[in-house]
């Protein structure tokens, strides 16, 4: 079972990530000219020393096996900086779940007792007693009127069962530079405490 990380502790494997990538690119910028300038040495003492070659060869040799490696490892964790960036809004959408669900709870336990109080009443009055219709925002506003707080707390769940699968989807669809300019959203709004994150 894959733990599911907090927002907050993404972010910080995207840094320490982006880190990692940004130390990997200077490296190779220092060993391709390190390489190249050894190269060039090399071939000058060449043509004085000609006996040094097998040690020049090694040299060589260990300074494009060390530039290899630090390729090969640049590619990884930009590779593994996608993925965590990807998590990045795979977490905040396991956050909206869990608020959706926590909503639900408080909704679900509003409606037991509400429906005990309106039986209640209607063994009282000898009547029902229920709230009116709510027709949506595209009616004439006849019938409309304020939901309840239990309808209101659904219809906060329903939106952020919604904005987690939009995040979802956009983990699974967009591309790493998409998503990159999401992380940077989703971190900006959390730090700022933000409900809503915009997908698009």
Do not use: Y
């Amino acid at each position: 079972m894959t733990e599911t990380k907090s927002v907050a502790q993404a972010v910080a494997d995207v840094d320490r990530l982006q880190a990692a990538v940004e130390k990997w690119q200077a490296d190779e910028v220092t060993k391709t000219a390190e390489l190249e300038a050894f190269e060039a040495s090399a071939a000058a003492r060449l043509v004085d020393d000609p006996d040094a070659a097998e040690e020049l060869t090694d040299e060589a040799a260990r300074l494009r096996a060390g530039l290899a490696l630090t390729k090969r490892t640049r590619a990884t964790a930009e590779e593994q900086l996608a993925e965590a960036r990807r998590g990045v809004v795979l977490a905040r959408a396991a956050e909206l779940r869990a608020q959706a669900a926590a909503l639900t709870a408080e909704a679900d336990q509003r409606q037991a007792k509400t429906d005990k109080l309106v039986a209640e009443l209607h063994e009282f009055e000898g009547c029902l007693f229920e709230p009116r219709m709510d027709f949506g925002s595209g009616s004439s506003g006849l019938g409309v009127r304020d939901l309840t707080k239990t309808q209101r707390l659904r219809r906060q769940a329903d939106a952020r069962r919604q904005q987690a699968e939009e995040l979802e989807r956009f983990a699974a669809e967009r591309t790493s530079e998409q998503i990159a300019a999401k992380v940077a959203q989703v971190r900006s709004q959390a730090a700022a405490g933000a409900e809503r994150v915009a997908v698009g």
